[in-house]
Nanobody, 115 residues
Framework: QVQLVESGGGLVQAGGSLRLSCAASGRIFSFNTMAWYRQAPGKQRELVAGITRVGSTNYADSVKGRFTISRDNAKNTVYLQMNSLKPEDTAVYYC?????????WGQGTQVTVSS
């Protein structure tokens, strides 16, 4: 049973920074891809950033240059460094992992950016 546990969310002023962490119960190297998604109230869940097993990354256009996804295989943890936060970044952020064709999700962590 795979478990993903997010942490690091909170309330921050616009222009500030947060670092989200996603701790996996298994070896993250076993996952093909790990990613961060977010869902704002009344909106669909959207991909924020992803990282493959070999370290290739991709980002939503709205966060390019501000957010950085990284992974620490030794700690089985994936991070999302979020800088220059904007009110429109307010959402619940979810960690996602894909192994073969199976999706795993964390419970989410709230990020609120005040103007």
């Amino acid at each position: 049973q795979v478990q993903l546990v997010e942490s690091g969310g909170g309330l921050v002023q616009a222009g500030g920074s947060l670092r989200l962490s996603c701790a996996a119960s298994g070896r993250i190297f076993s996952f093909n891809t790990m990613a961060w998604y977010r869902q704002a109230p009344g909106k669909q869940r959207e991909l924020v950033a992803g990282i493959t097993r070999v370290g290739s990354t991709n980002y939503a256009d709205s966060v390019k240059g501000r957010f950085t996804i990284s992974r620490d295989n030794a700690k089985n943890t994936v991070y999302l460094q979020m800088n220059s936060l904007k009110p429109e970044d307010t959402a619940v952020y979810y960690c996602n992992a894909i192994r073969n064709v199976v999706d795993y999700w964390g419970q989410g962590t709230q990020v609120t950016v005040s103007s």
